[in-house]
């Protein structure tokens, strides 16, 4: 027996959700809903940390200097 379309379904949100895409374009690809794809994010965590670098890297905040 072979991957069923659920199985699918799973692994394309997993795979775009690990390229980067936005969550509303993978639930509209996939027909979950946004908060759905929670349960997918675990398998990712370094997407948390580039996140944060992309942030830090655009929003420059001034550090005070004692």
């Given at each position: ?9 799973h692994f394309s949100a ?16 996939t027909g979950h809903k ?33």
């Amino acid at each position: 027996m072979g991957p069923r379309i659920h199985d699918w379904r799973h692994f394309s949100a997993s795979v775009l959700l690990g390229q980067g895409v936005p969550d509303n374009v993978i639930a509209k690809h996939t027909g979950h809903k946004s908060k759905e794809l929670e349960r997918y994010k675990h398998l990712f965590p370094e997407l948390r940390q580039q996140t944060v670098q992309l942030i830090d890297k655009e929003v420059k905040i001034p550090t005070k200097k004692k």
